[in-house]
């Protein structure tokens, strides 16, 4: 085998092991609850890993939004609060559902208007350096 | 502590000889009437007189906040889906907003109006911020400023209910189920 042959070999090798890795993570349900004018907005989603190895979910971002970041909602003592999370790592075939009081992206300053229906895209972040795409549906917050 | 060891015992006390039953939390008489000076949606000075003659929900927020806030008056929106339009009309619900630094008339007209017509925005000065939520026992406080300037805002997270005539009936928290809001609702509407 040449020199040539193995490297394309290689390429592919490289090529298949991404694609098998990115297919192991997958998201639904995902949607964002608009408030209206520019009122920080909440992304809801359930993350899934179907593979044999943990991932760390480290962030996200959108270009629709200057800010993402993602938050968990508290209650300590009849009070409501929220606070940052800087990382959630998920087990081999494990899944980690952000809902309503819970865990939530938290996407402020949109970059245009979004509208009621309209897909929005959010990039997932992990540590690892994997990045997963998906489109977030804009809802009413009073239809949740 | 003391305060709480008497709101259960009072709790404890009145259930014990009331004939309602409701399904989220009893706190009549545990809390005395609603009573406040605010600014309302419009810019107008409001006091709760100008609330009397229908049930009332109460609940502090603010409208930056993603989370919790919009979960609270979706879950309050729901309830109201499920009751008969002369029940709906005799409701109002009230957001307090405990952030009047952001929250001007118009930012809590077009919030509240994505919830529906029985939702009304108040806020008011610290003054009257702090006699309402000492009033019902709560508190609120601010976080620090990012880089942005954002903060959050700590508050209540459960929804005070009154009845007509402002008297105090119930507590509803985030787990109590739309359908149990629905009927303790409904039975308000016929309390006074």
């Known amino acids: 085998m040449g020199l040539k042959r193995r490297v394309i070999y290689g390429l592919l090798l490289c090529m298949f092991a991404a694609t098998a890795v990115a297919d192991a993570l997958s998201v639904t349900d995902a949607r964002l609850r608009l408030l209206p004018g520019d009122l920080p907005v909440a992304g809801y989603f359930r993350l899934i890993n179907e593979g044999d190895d943990s991932v760390v979910l480290s962030g996200a971002e959108s270009s629709a939004f200057e800010h993402v970041t993602m938050h968990q909602s508290t209650q300590v003592d009849g009070m409501a609060g929220m606070e940052p999370v800087p990382e959630l790592e998920l087990a081999p075939d494990g899944a980690i559902e952000f809902l309503p009081g819970g865990y939530h992206l938290m996407l402020m300053k949109r970059r245009s208007p979004i509208e009621f229906g309209a897909e929005v895209p959010v990039t997932l ?20 | ?7 259960i015992l009072s709790v404890l006390l009145l259930t014990g000889c009331g004939e309602q039953t409701w399904r989220t939390t009893d706190i009549s008489g545990a809390m005395p009437e609603l009573n406040f000076n605010l600014t309302d949606e419009h810019g107008h000075a409001v006091t709760a007189d100008d609330y009397r003659g229908k049930s009332t929900l109460l609940f ?14 979706a879950q309050l929106a729901g309830a109201v889906k499920l009751l008969s339009e002369d029940v709906r009309k005799d409701l109002q619900v009230l957001f307090v907003s405990v952030d009047p630094a952001r929250d001007d008339p118009a930012t809590l007209r077009r919030y509240t109006d994505v919830f529906g017509p029985r939702f009304i925005g108040l806020t008011g000065d610290r003054a009257a911020l702090d006699a309402l939520t000492g009033r019902y026992s709560t508190t609120y406080s601010y976080g620090e400023k990012d880089e942005s300037g954002n903060y959050d805002v700590s508050h209540s997270s459960a929804v005070f209910a009154f009845n007509r005539e402002g008297d105090v009936r119930l507590l509803i928290r985030a787990s109590d189920p739309v359908e149990a809001v629905a009927e303790d609702l409904r039975q308000l509407s016929q309390d006074s």
């Open chain 1, 125 to 144: 972040i992990f540590a690892d350096g994997q990045r997963l795409s998906v489109q977030f549906q804009a809802v009413s917050p009073a239809a949740m």
């Open chain 2, 1 to 7: 502590m003391g305060k709480q060891l008497f709101l």
């Open chain 2, 60 to 73: 502090f927020g603010f409208t930056n906040c993603p989370d919790v806030c919009p979960t609270t008056l």
